[in-house]
Structures are given as structure tokens and as C-alpha cells.
């Protein structure tokens, strides 16, 4: 069971040109991306230095999952839970939307990126919300990857949210089935993540996408997100592709008892 979960280190970067075709690429790749603070402190640096970097790595990563193949990237940029870090650190993350899209936006619609946008949006600074929505309206009619950012997300919010609607729309409880609850969640166009990523060695979910993550591959790395680059990506969709995805089935050729 843990070896699940054992990092896939020491195996050569995927080369440019590597035949991908043996290797399967998973469709939607959700990364928590931590370990900015702890990053930044082992520089003797301020915790918010290690956000600034992280923007780098959205960067870099965004591009090499686009080479890679992978169609939608969810990245959990802030959550509910949030709110709850000194002020000034919160101003700090609230600004890295728009200083992302100022430095970045121009290149993600040269690569054909599409930027969306799930959670709370409404608790968003005025600044954070018109960059993201103009990221959001200058990139809707491209075609290639869905750059999907998780604004002031949390699960239990976001499955509240979806009950609610459920009972305004005034469903009898025999109405209610699997697709209906996921048809009400905030994303409910995207498929489920194939692939979920958490840097900075912690095992554990943080209200993020529970619903999605049923039969989701969990992959944890000790890399702090800063750290985190292309050849990362890469050992986690080996690591993905290595994965026999069962769905509560049974593997194939092992029907007979
Ligand atoms: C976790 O590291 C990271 C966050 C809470 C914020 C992540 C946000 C970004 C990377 C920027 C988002 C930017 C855009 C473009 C939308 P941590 O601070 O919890 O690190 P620690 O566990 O080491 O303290």
C-alpha cells in the first residue's frame, strides 16, 4: 500500500522527442502546490519570497504539461482555509493572480492556453478578479490546454454550495443521483483529475476536490513547490502511467477466482 505512494527518483528526463506513446498521459493533472514557506525559510528568505518563485514553476510546469500532452492542469492556488494566515501574507497571495497574468498571460495565449477559474470568486480583491476574468475572456476561445486555477476553493464549500442549489432547484430526494451532485459542482465541464500531485512531502488532501479525487492516482513529492520542474512533471506521469487504474473493477485477464 505505501509503495503506492513511494516517490519515482533517479529516472532520466523525459528527452524532448522521447516516443510517449508506451506511456499513458494522464488528461487532467490537479497539483497542491506547497512547500513555498519552508522553501523560502531554508534561504533565510521572507515566506512570501517563496510564493514569488512559485509563479516561475506554474510557468514551467503549465508549459511542460502542455508538451506532454495533458489537457487540463488544476492548480490550487489558494484555499478557503486560507484566510486564515496573517493579513499581510493574504494581501500577498491576492496580488500574485494579476502580477502571474501580467508577467505571463501574453505567452500562455501564444501556447494556445485556456484560463479558467473555480471557487469563490466573489471574496476575491476587485484587482485579482478583473485579471483573472480578462485572463479568462482573452484566452476563452483557445483550443489547447485549460489552465484551471482553484481561487479561494475548498471542498466542503463547494459540495455545501452544490446542495443548496440542489434544494432551490427543488429536486425530490429520488431525483438526486451521482451525476446530478457532480452536474452541480462548481467545474462541472472538467473531467476528474487523473493525477494529483502535492509537493512539499505532506500526505494528505486539504479540502481540495474530494468529490473528483474517488479514483484519482495520488502521487506526493518532498520537492518544495519552487523546487518542482520539468523533469518532476515527468517522474510523476511515469509514476502515473505505471499505475493499473481499476476503478473498483478487476484487472483485466483475472476475472477467474
Ligand atoms: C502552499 O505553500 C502554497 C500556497 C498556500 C499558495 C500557493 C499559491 C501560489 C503558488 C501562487 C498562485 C498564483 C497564481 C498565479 C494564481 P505554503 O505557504 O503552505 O508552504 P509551507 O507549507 O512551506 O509553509
Redesign the pocket.
Known amino acids: 500500500m505505501f509503495e503506492k505512494f513511494s516517490l519515482n527518483k533517479g529516472k532520466t528526463a523525459m528527452p524532448k522527442h522521447e516516443d510517449t506513446k508506451s506511456i499513458s498521459i494522464p488528461n487532467h493533472v490537479a497539483i497542491?502546490?506547497?512547500?513555498?514557506?519552508?522553501?523560502?525559510?531554508k534561504r533565510g528568505l521572507p515566506?512570501v519570497a517563496?510564493?514569488r518563485e512559485?509563479?516561475k514553476?506554474?510557468k514551467r510546469v503549465t508549459k511542460e504539461a502542455d508538451r506532454l500532452g495533458v489537457k487540463v492542469l488544476t492548480?490550487?492556488?489558494?484555499?478557503t482555509e486560507?484566510w486564515k494566515?496573517p493579513k499581510a501574507?493574504v494581501d500577498f497571495?491576492m496580488k500574485?493572480?494579476q502580477?502571474?497574468?501580467n508577467s505571463?498571460l501574453k505567452e500562455l495565449i501564444e501556447q494556445n492556453v485556456q484560463v479558467k477559474a473555480m471557487g469563490d470568486l466573489s471574496r476575491l480583491p476587485t484587482y485579482t478578479l478583473s485579471a483573472?476574468n480578462d485572463a479568462i475572456e482573452k484566452t476563452k476561445a483557445n483550443s489547447g490546454l485549460i489552465l484551471n486555477?482553484a481561487?479561494n476553493y475548498g471542498s466542503h464549500a463547494e459540495i455545501v454550495q452544490a446542495v443548496k442549489k440542489i434544494i432551490r432547484e427543488a429536486h425530490s430526494p429520488e431525483d438526486i443521483s451521482e451525476k446530478m451532485i457532480a452536474d452541480h459542482m462548481i467545474s462541472p465541464a472538467l473531467p476528474d483529475p487523473d493525477l494529483l500531485i502535492r509537493t512539499?512531502g505532506?500526505i494528505r488532501l486539504s479540502n481540495f476536490m474530494l468529490w473528483q479525487l474517488a479514483y484519482t492516482e495520488l502521487y506526493f513529492s518532498e520537492e518544495?513547490?519552487p523546487d518542482f520542474n520539468e523533469q518532476s512533471l515527468q517522474d510523476a506521469v511515469r509514476a502515473f502511467s505505471s499505475r493499473q487504474r481499476r476503478f473498483g473493477g478487476l484487472a483485466e485477464g483475472s476475472e477467474n477466482p
Open positions: 497542491i502546490m506547497d512547500g513555498n514557506g519552508r522553501w523560502a525559510k515566506r517563496g510564493h512559485a509563479m514553476t506554474i492548480l490550487y492556488a489558494f484555499s486560507n494566515r501574507e497571495l500574485l493572480p502580477q502571474f497574468l505571463y483573472v486555477f481561487l512539499g505532506e518544495y513547490w
